[in-house]
């Protein structure tokens, strides 16, 4: 079984742009690892030499009404079978009562996780950065998905502790 690193966050905030640039689409076969769930989106990934699965959660359905809930559901199910949780947050939309939903879920676990402060093109980084660094959730790392900025740094540290 291959280490598995799951990408939590609210919508929006790039967690699929992110899965895609790492995994290059190359579509896990879930069939093949015992113990993953079928409705989230398994990739395989090679990270400096070391093969990992990675997980999108999102495609999140249903009305306005439940979108909280199963957005808690199916972050805390990915935090559970993971490894190492990146955290998503989105530096120009800044610090949302959907974020903090999610830290408060990751202070209940002990899952080694990496604070991954998204689309930091365009906003200062002393003052987007200042409440996600109060978070005080895991080690912070800002990022430019779509362009990759960033991205090489995090998951270098990542692998570390694997
Ligand atoms: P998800 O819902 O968390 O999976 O978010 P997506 O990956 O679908 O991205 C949502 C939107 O944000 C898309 O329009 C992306 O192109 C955009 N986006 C993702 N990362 C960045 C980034 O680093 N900077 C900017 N400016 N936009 C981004
Ligand atoms: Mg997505």
Redesign the pocket.
């Known amino acids: 079984m291959l280490p598995v690193i799951a ?1 939590v ?12 640039r790492l995994t290059k689409s190359r579509d896990a076969l879930v069939a093949n690892y015992a113990g993953l769930t079928r409705d989230r989106k398994y990739g395989e990934a090679e990270i400096n030499g070391r093969n990992v699965i990675l997980v ?4 999140i359905s249903g009305g306005e009404e439940g979108i909280d809930a199963a957005m808690a559901q199916q972050s805390m199910q990915a935090i559970e079978e993971a490894d190492i949780v990146l955290f ?1 947050v ?1 530096c ?1 939309a800044g610090l949302t009562p959907a974020d903090q939903m999610i830290a408060d879920q990751l202070r209940t676990r002990s899952k080694p996780t990496f604070l991954v402060a ?5 906003v200062n980084p002393d003052i987007a950065l200042a409440p996600f660094y109060e978070l005080g959730i895991g080690e912070l790392f800002p ?5 990759g ?1 960033g991205v090489r740094a995090l998951m270098e540290r990542v692998v570390e502790d694997l």
């Open positions: 990408l966050g609210r919508p929006n905030v790039g967690k699929s742009t992110l899965f895609n999108d959660t999102g495609g998503l989105d120009r998204n689309k930091v093109d365009g990022t430019t998905a779509t362009h900025r």
